[in-house]
């Protein structure tokens, strides 16, 4: 019998050795990265707001710059940015140009699915803030960045943007001022997680900036049905999350120094927001 167990005893050291036999610790699953797309809210044709000489389209693009680098920094996250100076990155423009039909066949049936959520009663249209209707180009754009989110297996999509309101002339500052970020309405695909960032974010930059004096969005976490960019018509997957972030008034940064400091923190605390939603529990 001893001879017996002694016998079982070499084999079993003997496959160990070999390496038939492996420890926990000799396989490796690939962590699987945090995928981020960062969205520069207009272009260089559409620029969106203007104060003077200062175009949102410009300043947008300075912001998210420098959330895109900080993301980069840290291996956790795969990060992309549609725009760059001088217009829209190669992997955007191609994707654009190339898509351009299946685009606009993705809008359209995106709208006519929801018509029927509608007219079934399933979807309940509520009154959103008012915003200022996106050209049919602009749109396809949109949609086109929702379809390529979705294609992609996008976590989140971060839209970059600072707000106006209406004024006599672009030289003239306006009344209000403060941050508001736009997510999902709770009955939208991606509402849940895409709400539970937003809050992540907003508890980032409430810790420096107030939120919006506009009534429409006091508060500084406004829901919204009718944003492209958060995926209305259902244009979203569930799985992506999608917030669109007003950091402030545009008049209200008239000094170059001072606006880019004010990209700097603005930067890092929404990079802290979006790390904390990822790697600090929900």
Avoid: C
Wanted: hydrophobic share 35%; charged share 25%.
């Amino acid at each position: 019998m001893k001879r017996i167990f002694l016998v079982i005893l070499i084999i079993v050291a003997f496959f160990t050795q070999s390496g038939f036999l492996y420890s926990a610790t000799t396989v490796s699953t690939p962590v699987k990265k945090i995928k981020i797309l960062i969205v520069p809210g207009h272009d260089d044709e559409t620029w969106g707001a203007q104060y003077g000489n200062i175009k949102e389209a410009d300043m947008n693009l300075n912001l998210s710059t420098r959330i895109y680098n900080s993301l980069k920094k840290d291996k956790r996250f795969e990060v992309h940015i549609t725009r760059k100076t001088g217009g829209y990155t190669k992997e955007f423009e191609d994707y654009f140009k190339n898509n351009t039909d299946a685009i606009g066949a993705f809008k359209e049936n995106a709208k006519a699915l929801m018509k029927e959520k509608i007219d079934a009663g399933i979807f309940i249209e509520k009154e959103n803030p008012p915003h200022n209707n996106a050209s049919e180009d602009t749109a396809i754009k949109l949609y086109g960045l929702n379809k390529w989110a979705n294609e992609n297996k996008m976590d989140a999509v971060i839209h970059v943007h600072f707000n106006d309101y209406p004024r006599a002339n672009k030289w003239k500052s306006g009344i209000h001022k403060g941050f508001v970020i736009y997510m999902p309405e709770e009955q939208m695909a991606n509402s849940k997680e895409s709400v539970n960032l937003a809050k992540k974010i907003f508890t980032q930059l409430h810790k420096k900036y107030v939120t919006s004096t506009y009534e429409e969005e006091k508060g500084g976490l406004t829901p919204d049905q009718s944003l492209i960019a958060l995926g209305s018509n259902g244009t979203l997957l569930p799985s992506v999350r999608s917030v669109l972030i007003e950091y402030g008034y545009i008049y209200r940064f008239k000094n170059r120094n001072i606006r880019h400091s004010h990209y700097t923190s603005m930067a890092n605390l929404t990079v802290i927001g979006i790390k904390n939603y990822f790697f600090s529990g929900r």
